[in-house]
């Protein structure tokens, strides 16, 4: 089979695409013949080496995945039957998505939704996925439209776009802080009813700032996160999701005991089976496939190395999927 496969020997750290033989897969009880897989930014930062993602080594990397079950020891999942995996420690501690074949356990299979094609379910992948337990994070808070305005940070990527499109389908006012100010047109498109520059959350601010957000999504993490809870409402509810612009917080304690701020962090790798239910069956519902469709840019395994040292220079758009038959 053809996988994009990462090694580290003597400290020289490669991707490329190559054959592997199907007995190098890992132990596993269900085997699926890939169809589709994405390229998410941990997906690239494993691809290029600028964060140590992978764990061990060799390792394909990849996320996500989407195909057709090719043999089970599971009678839960019949030959034939249409899965996917999004996280569970692919392309980190497990063989990932970027190939044409992948052993995996049972217990982190989703079906796919009847509504979605494979393509589709990759086009949302663990972005889309990820964006949905954001929004019902905030729900789950308490959030309504009439309570003002919504901040999604990094809204040109993956999980942004996504929220973007949720959020609004849901009636809220959306804001987006993008630092691809050119592509304003683009998040308008989503639903977003405002873009403004990511400079004006991405530098050191002050503890607490003039109150705006009654919720917000974050991917970037950092300076941007603290700046998004102290502008937030009181009792506003911040999703924090990603780490783009770096892992620390350089914040107070000040948002959250003199506003009653909430910070919910959000870990999409390991749910619990009813969680993925149920975000999936919001998604379907929720999320508009036209829409999905217009953020979504499709590239074969051929292509993902290259795509993936573009990502690292802020370069991509929305959702890649990957054609690993292409």
């Not at 497990?94 to 979605?116: F, I, K, M």
């Not at 439209?145 to 809204?155: D, F, R």
């Not at 969680?275 to 217009?294: F, G, I, P, Y």
Request: negative net charge; charged residues 15%.
């Amino acid at each position: 089979m053809q996988a994009i496969l990462i090694t580290n020997k003597d400290d020289a750290y490669q991707a490329q695409l190559t054959e592997v033989d199907e007995g190098q897969l890992p132990t596993g009880d269900v085997t699926v013949k890939v169809d589709y897989s994405t390229l998410n930014f941990k997906d690239s930062l494993a691809i290029t080496g600028k964060s140590p993602v992978v764990r061990q080594f060799p390792m394909v990397p990849g996320v996500d995945l989407a195909g057709v079950v090719e043999s089970s020891l599971n009678p839960e999942f019949a030959v034939g039957e249409r899965v996917m995996v999004n996280g569970f420690g692919l392309g980190e501690l497990h063989w990932g998505g970027l190939a044409q074949q992948a052993c995996v356990q049972s217990d982190w299979l989703t079906p796919v939704p009847a509504e979605l094609t494979s393509k589709q379910a990759m086009a949302i992948g663990t972005a889309g996925y990820t964006a949905m337990l954001c929004v019902l994070a905030l729900e789950q808070h308490n959030v309504t439209p009439e309570q003002g305005e919504i901040l999604v940070t990094g809204a040109a990527g993956g999980v942004g776009s996504v929220a973007i499109a949720l959020l609004a389908k849901l009636g809220f006012s959306v804001v987006a802080s993008t630092g691809r100010i050119e592509e304003a047109d683009y998040l308008h498109r989503l639903g977003a009813v405002e873009v403004m520059d990511r400079a004006q959350l991405g530098v050191k601010g002050k503890p607490l700032g003039k109150e705006r957000w009654a919720g917000v999504i974050d991917t970037v993490g950092s300076h941007t996160l603290a700046n998004a809870c102290a502008t937030s409402k009181s009792d506003g509810v911040v999703a924090a999701c990603g780490l783009a612009q770096g892992f620390d917080f350089p914040a107070t304690v000040m948002p959250f005991i003199l506003r009653g701020v909430t910070l919910v962090g959000i870990n999409s790798v390991y749910r619990s089976k009813a969680n993925r239910m149920l975000a999936w069956q919001r998604l379907v519902r929720d999320l508009d496939l036209t829409l999905l469709a217009t953020m979504t840019t499709e590239i074969s395994l051929h292509q993902a190395i290259e795509v993936a040292q573009k990502h690292m220079q802020s370069n991509l758009l929305g959702r890649y999927i990957v054609n690993v038959n292409a």
